[in-house]
């Protein structure tokens, strides 16, 4: 079983549509959630970034952990063409430690 | 807002050479990473850096690879002998000294291409 488990898409919505990108895991050790988002030829950046479980919102973005699930979603409410781009949900067991990825959703938003 | 920036954006070396890669994190960071995303694949963790020591590597970080905090704002990945199999993007990330919940910030990367 892979440690993190991500559909790679492509994912293709029209603007302003509610978006809806999820991950599993099996590690049960796995404290902080994160998504990034990368363009292309470009790193990854930083999108949400919660510890253990909940929800956290930042604008049009939701990000929620159930632990009890291993799962973890992220929301992006009125979505934009900008919006476009690879989504990668990441997480590590400590703060410092190193961060395992998911392969990445590729989200298209059409105009 | 402050970014990690690497040097150089695309790299192309012959098999066998050695290659630099260079990081300059965001000040006052205190803890640094190398990761690494071969094409179609995965971002995957190469190694971690802190009080000048390596912390943690991972399997594909074997004999060939190095790190160094050569001075005070630097941080390098050196490749001695490459491989055709290290063709990747070359990602540094670094972390606030914080004990409590930091991310960690990536730079856009470094484009490695061995011929």
């Known amino acids: 079983q892979k440690e993190v488990e991500q559909d790679p898409g492509p994912l293709s919505v029209p603007e302003g549509a509610i978006v809806s990108l999820n991950c599993t895991y099996s590690n049960s050790a796995f404290q902080y959630f994160m998504w990034y988002r990368q363009y292309s030829r470009k790193g990854p950046e930083l999108l949400m970034y919660?510890?253990?479980?909940g929800n956290k919102e930042d604008g049009r973005f939701t990000a929620q952990v159930d632990k009890s699930s291993k799962y973890i979603s992220l929301f992006i409410r009125d979505s934009q063409p900008s919006d476009s781009a690879t989504y990668l949900c990441a997480m590590s067991v400590q703060s410092a430690s190193k961060i395992i990825f998911g392969s990445g959703t590729r989200l298209s938003i059409r105009p | 807002e402050p970014e990690v920036t690497q040097t150089p954006s695309h790299q192309v070396t012959q098999m066998g050479q050695e290659v630099i890669l260079r990081c300059v994190p965001i000040?006052?960071?205190?803890?640094f990473y190398w990761y690494r995303q071969i094409l179609g694949q995965k971002v995957e963790f190469l190694v971690s850096f802190y009080n000048n020591e390596i912390s943690e590597k991972s399997e594909i970080f074997d004999d060939q690879f190095s790190v160094e905090r050569p001075d005070g704002s630097n941080f390098t990945l050196k490749i001695r002998s490459t491989k055709l199999e290290d063709s990747a993007m070359y990602f540094c990330a670094s972390r606030d000294r914080g004990l409590g919940n930091q991310p960690q910030h990536f730079g856009d990367g470094t484009r490695l291409s061995i011929l």
């Open positions: 919660t510890y253990s479980s």
């Open positions: 000040s006052n960071h205190l803890y």
